[in-house]
């Protein structure tokens, strides 16, 4: 591994950025914590960047050795073209669901002081931190204090409206949520029992194919997968995401579960490769392709804006295990295709999806409620949120320009090149039932209004904007060339020749 | 050439640049006021463009993956529909003065317009599809303007219809990308690398059916006579004018009449004739004049595939101008014939023009519709099939004499809105424009000369499917003599089977997951795909 990485201190800053602003935020409390926040978004962001431009420009893995222990013994962070490429499109969506909550969740001034911005910006910042150090982890048992870390900033971000529903919601997902976690637990445990070492790298070149590392993997696994809320498992998801204040439910629709999904392909590539089978990749799309057809139907089934939103992200989530046979099989440059392809996917449903969800939230706002049947009218009063709303609406249906059109592009190409036409089906049915969940919403919201229609309560301008322009980030990706993708290669080579030993 | 560029641009950027404005209340009232403007730079684009020259302006150098060429196929198909869209806009600006659904109206109109104009300079297949997309969608918008229960019906059929066209295209284009070396996207690339795809038939069959179920051939027309009853005139113009010839383009782009494989061409003319003749039979039985130019179009753009089957059964590379020189005739003739529907030309010397212009689908002499009946005939001419076209030639001509009929004897099927002066002399003027653009644009083609259009033998060749249509209609009106009762799409009364069914299945969809998320199944549901998945992996 060492041949080709130079050390860095950055993605340890990475972590520790958010980290440490949480705990001040903690310490001074009051007005101060938005201040900080305002001051600790853009410095993030500028590490993110920093990482990205490096790994680009170096064409290399990042790696940060803590204490100058090397593993197995000490821990490492390395920060992979993928890392990269996830901390940076993290850092874009957390700066802009911040920029879209600081009018919702700031203290009022010369008021007795409120809990839900301090429990919100820390919570964002919690949920920062855990997910960097989810993606520059490299011990599978630092990637399960991460995920730990997610989950419970991700729970209370539910809950902070504090309504019944909202917190039975919560309670849902933190229950399901241990379960995955107590699941990934014994399958870690197996692992380190079987093989006296959690550190990926090692651990690539010691897991055989035996019955010990397919129960553990097994485990690990459906245990991430209830995190990621893959379809059978997906409870929790409905009334967690839409219940959440919007830039709760942009956070979590758009990173949160996509956390979990980064480390079942981080275990399935990365620590165990060779231990996916044919039938193993199979099972896992399958699930997806069932979550893709009965999500969007189900979407479609929606009164309430959020729910349908919530639905469509149960479907969106199922794209991504396409990429285990797809990008599993060693054919290339078929596999390349789909593995450029599965993350585009991920990251132009993360623009798409957050954007979705401020838009929502902001016509709830003006209307006071999100029932699909009474959006009349809302295009004329909030152009701006509507357009938002379509333009990511664009990007899930894969209509090009846009990040989903290249996505689903790259994973139709990668599944016709191996002759599994049938995952070309499915996302092509699933493209077409997102065409009309999105139309439907669409035609509504551009309807003119009924003769009842309830006056609507003024909205931001700004936080509009910023709906506009995360939903516009969604149709830039879609400017990526339709290739495979060198960076998102960066650091993968290695493990593999690795493996290969 | 260079000096076209901008002008290309402005094409696509001024209805850009309206629906920006939009954005903005006050801007956004004046918008359908400025409708008919957003066309005039693709019209001067048009008209202005080097015969047979091609202009290219490939991906590299607008940065944003898209590419864009003005061919004389393109350019032909491009300003008839420009002049469409700007007459229609015209027309439509009476209509649309301080009325609620004003401002969206002009929005699905203006994205309509964009993919409608962008769809034929499209290069590649991505933009193709762009543009393809974009008007197909936005068409939905224009259908369901007025809201009533017959629009909104027509909407969801028409979007189920349109969201599978688009996904077998989408389909079709990506097995075109992966027989093509690199995975190019050039359209001209992977229709020479068709011929050695693994998938040919596939392919071949999927662009068919996409492009088959955008123009409507049977059976894949149901959605076509619903949505253009539905709509607001304006509208149904220029949907059955200028929309439905994308998927006349696409079929034109992406045929390949080089080297064509077998079976196709025979395979897309035998669709072609049945639609043909079954749009005739069918809008025979309509009384609704905006119905029975819906069944007219259906037959229309089942010759025009008929002659693109002919032209790839006989490998024939002129078929592709010849069909666009057809296709935008009927671009303009469609267009003006719905727009009569709301000028009160029922009767006077309107109703003569608007005779004309109806028997001129048949190819009655001196009119547009006998230069372009003229043209067909060149990759049909041969015995039998001769034969065919004659008789298509007939039964459009009875198709013809019966909308007639249809509009004098009921004029108030539906309550035209007043028409103004403004109205009917942008109606007028696209009436004038389907003689005179066909009349400029026939001596270019190069196909035959004014003498072999002139001569007695053809004027009479032309003359006498129009005098048998007439009898045969007069013959129908002394036994029968009153107007049919069907509604548009009566054929269809699968659709409300359908939704019935779709419901039910989206019910149980919906219990199933009722289901699924109560904790004992989930908590099972978890141990089993553990036990699955370590099972799976056994598996090797």
Sequence with gaps: MTDAASQSVLPVLGIMLPATGMLLMLLVGGRYVEWLALILLPAGLAVAAAIFAAVWREGHTLIYVVGGWQPPLGIALRADGLSAAMMLVTAVIICATGLFAGPQFSQPRGRPERRAPLVFWTLLLAIWAALNAVVVGADLFNLYVALELLTFAAVPLVALTGGTETIEAALRYLLFALLGSVSYLIGTVLLFAAYGTLDIALLSARVRPEPISWIAASLMTIGLIAKTALFPLHLWLPPAHAGAPAPGSAVLSALVVKGSFFLIVRLWFDAMPGLLNLAAAQLLAGLGAAAILLGSILALRQSRLKLLIAYSTVAQVGYLFLIFPLAGAASEPASSIAWTGGWLQLFSHAFAKAAMFMAAGLIAEALGHDRIAELGGIARRLPISTLAFALAGLSLMGVPPSGGFVAKWLLLLASVMQGQWWWAAVILLGGVLAGAYVLIVVGKALAPAGAAAAPTAPVSRRREVVALTVALGAVLLGLVPLQPSELLQIGRLDVHALAAR | MADLDPWLAATLLLPIAMLAACGFARARARIPDLLWLVPLPALFTAVVAPDGAELVLPAARLGLGLSFRLDRVGAMLLGAAALLWLLAGVYARAGLRRTPGAAAFAIWWLLTMLGNLGVFLAHDMVTFYLFFTIASLAAYGLIVHDQSAPARRAGRVYVAFTLISEAMLLAGFVLLAAATPQHGIGIDEVVDALAQSPWRGTTMALLITAFALKIGLVPLHAWMPLAYSAAPIAAASVLSGA??????????????????????????????????????????????????????????????????????????????????????????????????????????????????????????????????????????????????????????????????????????????????????????????????????????????????????????????????????????????????????????????????????????????????????????????????????????
């Design chain 2, 243 to 540: 929309a439905v010839k994308a998927g006349v383009i696409g079929l034109i782009r992406f045929l390949p009449f080089a080297a064509p494989p077998p079976h196709w061409g025979q395979a897309l003319a035998a669709a072609g004739l049945v639609s043909a003749f079954y749009g005739v039979g069918a809008g025979l039985f309509r009384a609704n004049p905006k119905t029975v130019l819906a069944y007219s179009s259906v037959s229309q753009m089942g010759v025009l595939a008929t002659v693109l089957g002919m032209g790839l059964m006989a490998a024939n590379r002129h078929t592709a101008i010849i069909a666009a020189f057809y296709a935008t005739h009927h671009v303009l003739v469609k267009g003006s014939l719905f727009l009569a529907l709301g000028i009160a030309a029922s009767r006077g010397w309107r109703l003569w023009v608007v005779a004309a212009l109806a028997l001129g689908l048949a190819g009655l002499p001196l009119t547009g519709g006998a230069l372009a009946k003229a043209a067909i005939k060149l990759p049909l001419s041969d015995g039998a099939i001769g034969l065919i076209a004659d008789l298509s030639a007939v039964a459009s001509a009875i198709l013809m004499f019966h909308f007639l009929r249809c509009l004098v004897c009921a004029p108030d099927a539906e309550p035209a809105p007043p028409a103004t002066r403004l109205r009917r002399r942008a109606w007028l003027l696209l009436a004038l424009a389907c003689v005179a653009v066909p009349a400029a644009l026939f001596p270019r083609l190069e196909l035959m000369t004014w003498g072999e259009i002139f001569g007695p033998k053809p004027l009479w060749d032309a003359a006498w499917p129009i005098l048998v249509g007439g009898l045969v209609t007069l013959a129908r009106q002394s036994f029968y003599d009153r107007l049919p009762v069907r509604r548009a799409g009566a054929e269809l009364g699968v659709d409300h089977a359908l939704l019935l069914i779709s419901r039910r299945f989206g019910d149980a969809v919906v219990a199933i997951d009722q289901h699924l998320r109560q904790w004992p199944t989930a908590a099972l549901m978890f141990v089993g795909l553990v036990l699955v998945l370590a099972g799976a992996l056994l598996m090797r």
